[in-house]
């Protein structure tokens, strides 16, 4: 699992966004909220905004976090059935290289997931300077043990490693976060199946399923195209039938393409960078994206939000998912399901 999954884009793909965004006078890349007159910010900015008055509908909030938890609870139950039956307890092993804070505390967050549904967690912890050799022989290792069923190389990597060596060099049968090339190039086919899909697209595309929105037919808009999300949350898109746009860094008027979205996706990581102007009235709107966001209020001192301005598209849109507890709890719970159908598959389960 990722660890960039909720930041899916590149630098050079925000900066051409937020450019456009500048000349179009649509972004002001601070907080949001649901003002007239907001307050300035830190950075020393403020911005005046025209939206509904608090006595208009709200969109219905897609609850990430409640749909994870009935998933873990079904696999839990598989999982403790699966031991009783044949005597086997799916395994996953995490790599993490080097200190990254953020990577440590998903990987934290997986453990303890692992923990409550009865999957054996392997962490296997490495120094920022490890060599890319060592780094395959770990993952070797883990291909060989007969115990480990998924395999998770959290991501980023130091930059002296290549990020894609050591993905294609995970088993296929093993790659529980569906980043190997042939699982991507079928979940990219028509007709073929990937053994795995990637657990943050996989997770949008089951909230959408969980909350009756209809996919078939309708027009779709995703903003980011990376590996990790962008683009395998536009092939599932099209698997489900819809018509599907993706905007990236070198797309003129995004906003323009995401006004025609009855399903907008958004994985850029870049906070509130997607105004209730962007968003056509009743569309479902998921947000991958996830920053910290300075808020003196706060005891922390910060907030964590999404892509999208929840305050002025919750009073556009019919759906959303809001920022924390909407894609990253699904995130998750996806990696488990990889898991244990892995484990299945292992061991001939039915």
Avoid at 35 to 60: F, H, M, Q, V
Avoid at 124 to 131: A, Y
Avoid at 277 to 294: F, N, Q
Avoid at 302 to 319: N, P
Wanted: some cysteine; overall charge positive.
């Amino acid at each position: 699992m990722a660890s960039m999954i909720f930041t899916d884009c590149s630098t050079s793909t925000m900066s051409r966004l937020n450019h456009l965004n500048r000349l179009n006078g649509a972004f002001l890349p601070r907080p949001c909220v649901g003002k007239l007159s907001l307050p300035r910010t830190a950075s020393g900015r403020g911005c005046t905004l025209s939206i509904r008055s608090s006595s208009s509908p709200s969109a219905i909030v897609i609850n990430g976090k409640a749909e994870a938890k009935k998933i873990k609870d079904d696999i839990k139950i598989e999982v403790s059935r699966m031991k009783e039956l044949i005597g086997v307890v799916p395994g996953l092993a995490v790599i993490l290289v080097g200190e990254n804070k953020e990577s440590a505390t998903y990987v934290r967050n997986k453990k303890k997931a692992c923990e409550y549904v009865g999957i054996k967690s392997f962490e296997l912890l490495l120094p920022e300077d490890s060599s890319e050799e060592e780094v395959l022989k770990s993952v070797s290792g883990f291909n060989d043990d007969p115990s480990v069923h998924g395999i998770l190389v959290q991501l980023p990597l130091p930059s002296h490693i290549d990020e894609q060596n050591i993905l294609n060099a995970v088993s296929i049968e093993k790659d529980v976060d569906g980043f190997h090339p042939l699982n991507i190039g079928r979940l990219a086919m028509r007709g073929r199946e990937p053994l795995f899909v990637p657990c943050t697209p996989k997770g949008c595309i089951e909230l959408l399923h969980r909350y009756n929105i209809v996919i078939k037919g309708k027009r779709a808009v995703v903003i980011g195209r990376s590996n990790i999300v962008g683009m395998p949350a536009a092939l599932l898109l099209q698997r489900e039938d819809a018509t599907v746009s993706i905007i990236h860094s070198r797309t003129e008027n995004p906003e323009e393409i995401t006004r025609e979205a009855d399903i907008l996706i958004s994985a850029v990581g870049q906070p509130n960078m997607v105004r209730g102007s962007w968003i056509k009235p009743g569309a479902a709107v998921i947000d991958v994206g996830i920053k910290r966001v300075e808020d003196s209020s706060t005891a922390r001192g910060y907030r964590l939000v999404g892509d999208i301005c929840y305050e002025e598209a919750s009073k556009v849109a019919s759906a959303i998912t809001p920022v924390p507890d909407g894609v990253g709890p699904m995130t998750i719970a996806m990696l488990l399901s990889n898991t244990f159908t892995s484990t299945k598959r292992f061991h001939n389960f039915q």
